[in-house]
T-cell receptor, first 109, second 116 residues
Framework: GQNIDQPTEMTATEGAIVQINCTYQ??????LFWYQQHAGEAPTFLSY??LDGLEEKGRFSSFLSRSKGYSYLLLKELQMKDSASYLC??????????WGAGTKLIIKP | GAVVSQHPSWVICKSGTSVKIECRSL??????MFWYRQFPKQSLMLMAT?????????EQGVEKDKFLINHASLTLSTLTVTSAHPEDSSFYIC????????????FGDGTRLSIL
């Protein structure tokens, strides 16, 4: 079957760094996406990894290890506006995104 | 770039009413559009996938006669919830993907539907 495992909730301090881990199992693999979703809003695209390694985009970086079925999203210099849910979404062999419940990140002053 | 507009943002209507939601890609051609439903604190649930000019592919358990999807052009898809009932109340979100496969899905702002 297809499965995504992320922590349900994480708490971090403003200005700090946080790493959100994701492990997945899919039928085939065509890359992995990270999305941010604020409460009551639609998701917004953050990053895409298809090859192993780290992709850096400003304060956000995303890492992928295909052999381990593992990815993480790294958020640096946390700001209060980063409080949101972060969704790890691998793409299967049919180019469909597989969605989990995401990780709710709470930023404290 | 990659802006998706979804309208309306909020709908409140009586039970039995049919509701149409529009999803437009404003600055790119959407080869594929997706319709999702999300209940509070739950994950996105894919309802159907539509390609321009062809019939939508519905996920298991989604009634195609109740949720009518039309993808008449490369920039517009519509979802009509027919004879809506209170249990259809939810957050409906569309997304669109351009010609790049694999490529990101870009989401509209969603439609909050409340059936009284």
């Amino acid at each position: 079957g297809q499965n995504i495992d992320q922590p349900t909730e994480m708490t971090a301090t403003e200005g700090a760094i946080v790493q959100i881990n994701c492990t997945y199992q899919t039928s085939g693999f065509n890359g992995l996406f990270w999305y941010q979703q604020h409460a009551g809003e639609a998701p917004t695209f953050l990053s895409y990894n298809v090859l192993d390694g780290l992709e850096e985009k400003g304060r956000f970086s995303s890492f992928l290890s295909r052999s381990k079925g593992y990815s993480y999203l790294l958020l640096k210099e946390l700001q209060m506006k980063d409080s949101a849910s972060y969704l790890c979404a691998p793409m299967d062999s049919n180019y469909q995104l597989i969605w989990g419940a995401g990780t709710k990140l709470i930023i404290k002053p | 770039g990659a802006v998706v507009s979804q309208h309306p943002s909020w709908v409140i209507c009586k039970s039995g009413t049919s509701v149409k939601i529009e999803c437009r890609s404003l600055d790119f051609q959407a080869t594929t559009m997706f319709w999702y439903r999300q209940f509070p604190k739950q994950s996105l649930m894919l309802m159907a996938t539509s390609n321009e000019g062809s019939k939508a592919t519905y996920e298991q358990g989604v009634e195609k006669d109740k949720f009518l999807i039309n993808h008449a052009s490369l920039t517009l898809s519509t979802l009509t919830v027919t004879s809506a009932h209170p249990e259809d109340s939810s957050f409906y979100i569309c997304s669109a993907r351009g010609g790049d496969i694999p490529g990101p899905q870009h989401f509209g702002d969603g439609t909050r539907l409340s059936i009284l």
